[in-house]
């Protein structure tokens, strides 16, 4: 199966690059408001998320997990919950979305990406977001927060590995000007430019809806204080 972001968890075999520019200004923890009123807390994953990512994936519908690991049943390994929350912030990069408004301010999005080491213009990246968050404008705009910082650091494309039956997301992509081609039996791989300014975008409804995300993220707050890890609240001793 491709995918580096799938689970198989092959050697990435990272090396830094030396004239990485990824800013502080676009891994700073952001308030954004969406369209229905809701409020979410975007910012980079930490090692201390296990906990909170444990419960976001079960927060997934069979569906959602097998569009988005290419399987419905999830109980992520410590060494995969390693992976997806100690990432280096340079040639693996993710962002979650809390809920502000929740108890805990739970994880209800998380998207990532990964650099090639082979085309280092382009990174392969996969975004989730949990079903009753689904539809309200936050795939998007986790996508737009992760590409804005892609992009800084030089960054083209994101190429995503998807499921030929999730055809909604495919017209979705195909209309904000992806390339998209046959990859494997069932599976589409999926270049899709990165956009950085709402006025790039493509003159379709996908390309205003990801305009609109930009402009959200354009308009979002610094968020003044980073909420307590889910170990803490709890009274636990924490992850690490
Ligand atoms: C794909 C996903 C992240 C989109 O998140 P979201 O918060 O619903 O995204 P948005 O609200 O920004 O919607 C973006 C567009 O996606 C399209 N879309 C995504 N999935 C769709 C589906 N299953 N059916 C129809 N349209 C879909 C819609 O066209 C929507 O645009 P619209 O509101 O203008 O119609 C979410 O559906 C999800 O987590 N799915 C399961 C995992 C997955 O498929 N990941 C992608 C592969 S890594």
New binding site residues.
Partial sequence: MNGL?SYTFRDLNRKKYPISVTASDFTRPLTVTLRDGATVLLRTVAPHDKQRLREGVAQ?SGQ?LY??FFTSFVKLTDEQLRYLTEVDGVDHVAFGALDVGGEGQPGV?LARYVRLLEEPNVAEA????VDA?????????LVAALGRCAAADGLTHFR???LEE????L??LNALGAATRHSEPGLMQVDLPLYTRPEDTPPT??GR?FAE?LRRLQGAAISPAQEPPVAARRGGGGER
């Fill in positions: 972001l997934l959602s569009q988005r999005g996969a975004v989730a977001v968050w689904q539809g309200r404008g936050l795939g998007s705009l995503g590995f998807i999730n055809r909604g997301l017209r979705y409804r996908a809806h995300a």
